[in-house]
Nanobody, 123 residues
Framework: VQVVESGGGLVQAGASTRLACVVS????????IGWFRQTPGKEREGVAC????????DYADSVKGRFTASRDNAKNTLYLQMNALKPEDTAVYYC?????????????????WGQGTPVTVSS
């Protein structure tokens, strides 16, 4: 099983960027997926979490209306579109897979994690 994120980097405040996450080793259809982020000294925070089969997604209040999570099960790929970025969005972003399929937005529910990709938003 492999979970590999890409995208991110340095972006200006107000700009947009998209993260991608390719999952290999199993079929993504049956699993919940989540995007999380973490900054030094803080706990990992759920950003967007999606149940299996449908597109019902829970978003953190801080990103509602700006971030959109999606999945392409045929490509076993997850996406996080981030718009109107703010300096406080600066963090390492992780994608994760939940074998239960519920896609609850708590890190402890997730079984497989990517290595993380840093996003830095400059003001």
């Amino acid at each position: 099983v492999q979970v590999v994120e890409s995208g991110g980097g340095l972006v200006q405040a107000g700009a947009s960027t998209r993260l991608a996450c390719v999952v290999s080793g199993f079929t993504l259809d049956y699993y919940g997926i989540g995007w999380f982020r973490q900054t030094p000294g803080k706990e990992r925070e759920g950003v967007a979490c999606m149940r299996n089969y449908d597109t019902t997604t829970d978003y953190a209040d801080s990103v509602k209306g700006r971030f959109t999570a999606s999945r392409d099960n045929a490509k076993n790929t997850l996406y996080l579109q981030m718009n109107a970025l703010k300096p406080e969005d600066t963090a390492v972003y992780y994608c994760a897979v939940d074998r239960t399929g519920y896609g609850l937005c708590y890190p402890g529910f997730y079984d497989y994690w990517g290595q993380g990709t840093p996003v830095t938003v400059s003001s």
